[in-house]
C-alpha cells in the first residue's frame, strides 16, 4: 500500500521472506498472467526454496524479453498516475460497470462467467483506494524487463499453461494463438511441459475444473522434497 513504484522485485522479496521464516521448505509456485514475472524473479533468487513452477497464462514470448524504458515509466509515473488525475482514474477504474466490461473484453473467454462472486473480489481488492500505488506500477510499465535469461536458465520443472482463447493487452504478441504462445515458453525452458485447456486469461476462474486437474497432475509427478 504505500506510495511508490513497486517491481517484480519487491513482490519477490516479501515472499522469499514469507518461504523462508514461515513455510520453511521447498514449494510449487502457481502464477497467474503478468505475475509470472514474480515467480519467474523468486525463483532465481531463491532457487533452494523453489521446487517448481506453475505459469498460467503468461505474457506474450514478445513481451517478456522486451524491456521498457526506465526513464519512460518514470514519466508515466509522475506525470500521470501519481497524481491526482491517476487518483482519480483508479476511483472510476474500481466501479462494477468498468470492472466487467474489462473483465468481458479482455480476461474471459465467455462473457456470463463474469459474475458477483468475480466482481466482489475484484471491488474488494480495490476497495482501499492505496491499493492503486501496485496496480499503476503495473500500468506505467516497471514490471517490463527482458525475463529471458532467467526463463532460460530455469532448472526447476515448469508447467505452462494458456487457455484456447488467449489474448494480450499489449500490441507486441496480441494476436499470436495459444499454440503459438506455449511453443515460445516450451522452446526456451530448459525443463518445462504444457498444454492448452479451455478458458482465455484467466483460467483458474474460468475453468477451475481443467485447471485444477492438469496443475495436480504436475504437481504429483513431481518428487517429494
Known amino acids: ?3 511508490i513504484a513497486y517491481r517484480p522485485e519487491d513482490w519477490s522479496n516479501q515472499l522469499y521472506h514469507f518461504l523462508k521464516t514461515v513455510i520453511q521448505q521447498p514449494v510449487i509456485l502457481v502464477a497467474q498472467g503478468a505475475l509470472s514475472t514474480v ?14 513452477l506453475v505459469l498460467s497464462g503468461p505474457p506474450a514470448w514478445e513481451v517478456m524479453t522486451r524491456a521498457s524504458e526506465p526513464s519512460q515509466n518514470q514519466l508515466l509515473w509522475n506525470l500521470f498516475f501519481d497524481t491526482p488525475l491517476g487518483w482519480a482514474f483508479y476511483r472510476y477504474a474500481r466501479r ?3 470492472l466487467r466490461s ?4 479482455k480476461l474471459f473467454a465467455q462473457a456470463k462467467d463474469v459474475d458477483e462472486n468475480w466482481l ?4 474488494q481488492g480495490a476497495a482501499d483506494v492505496a491499493s492503486r500505488h501496485a496496480v499503476f506500477s503495473f500500468l506505467a510499465g516497471f514490471s517490463r524487463q527482458d525475463y529471458g535469461p532467467a526463463i532460460r536458465q530455469l532448472q526447476q520443472p515448469v508447467q505452462v499453461l494458456f ?6 493487452i499489449s500490441k507486441r504478441g496480441k494476436n499470436d494463438s495459444a499454440q503459438k504462445r506455449l511453443q ?17 486469461n484467466v483460467m483458474p476462474y474460468e475453468e ?15 518428487p517429494s522434497p
Open 1 to 3: 500500500m504505500p506510495r
Open 39 to 52: 515467480a519467474l524473479r523468486l525463483a532465481q533468487q531463491a532457487p533452494n526454496h523453489v521446487a517448481g
Open 96 to 98: 462494477e460497470a468498468f
Open 102 to 105: 474489462f473483465s468481458q473484453d
Open 120 to 123: 466482489d473480489t475484484l471491488q
Open 163 to 168: 487457455g484456447e482463447a488467449a489474448s494480450g
Open 184 to 200: 515460445d515458453y516450451l522452446s526456451q525452458l530448459p525443463n518445462a511441459q504444457g498444454t492448452v485447456i479451455p478458458g482465455r
Open 208 to 222: 477451475p475444473e481443467a485447471f485444477v486437474r492438469e496443475t495436480a497432475a504436475f504437481v504429483q509427478r513431481q
